[in-house]
């Protein structure tokens, strides 16, 4: 089905297609979809990149193809772009500044800045009460913790986690790491 799609943008982007330069961005914004969705996180970047730079910031698209474009650079461990690219989300009007606050801390945490890393998963936790993301912003803060050898601290912060929610994904993981902490 994703194919397909990738068929249909591919010919509306092609020279001959003559389409409106609105209409092309459409496109790209599609395509990067597409991509994304079948796992080509180079091609998506590529698509979300054109979608970005040729699109007005008012758009009410450009917010979540600005997200797209940080977490395919992610995933391509491409980390110094993707923090920059979440914190761009964070000037725009996104309902996801829980989620890109989430990526910009994890991604602090890889680059061992745990000052900062604390700082956006604390933003998560304090300023977005009812987000789906604050279980994993309790984890990542707890996982801080324990990168950093504060087993003591790391131990009351994976107890959070199984406290706050049982049934959350985290709990198994929580439990593995809060072992591992004492």
């Known amino acids: 089905r994703y194919e397909l799609a990738i068929d249909h943008y591919s ?4 020279p001959n297609a003559m389409a409106s330069a609105s209409l092309l961005a459409k496109a790209r914004y599609g395509l990067g979809y597409a991509f994304y ?3 080509q996180y180079d091609r998506a970047l590529f698509n979300f990149k054109e979608f970005v730079n040729k699109t007005a910031k008012t758009d009410a698209n450009y ?7 940080a977490d395919c650079q992610y995933v391509s461990k ?13 000037q725009t009007t996104s309902p996801d500044k829980d989620y890109a606050h989430l990526q ?10 745990y000052a900062e890393a604390q700082g956006a998963l604390t933003q998560v936790v304090k300023n977005f009460p009812q ?7 309790f984890f990542q803060l707890a996982q801080l913790d324990f990168e950093q050898g504060k087993y003591a601290q790391a131990v009351t912060g994976y107890g959070r986690v199984i406290e706050t929610n049982a ?13 591992a902490s004492y």
């Open 11 to 14: 010919t509306l982007l092609s």
């Open 37 to 39: 969705n079948t796992q």
């Open 63 to 69: 917010p979540d193809g600005l997200l797209r474009m």
């Open 78 to 90: 491409q980390y110094n772009e993707a923090l920059a690219t979440y914190r761009q989300v964070l």
């Open 104 to 113: 910009a801390g994890i991604i602090l945490g890889i680059q061992r800045k």
């Open 131 to 137: 987000s789906g993301y604050r279980e994993e912003a």
């Open 167 to 179: 049934s959350s994904r985290f709990v198994p993981y929580a439990y593995m790491r809060r072992a």
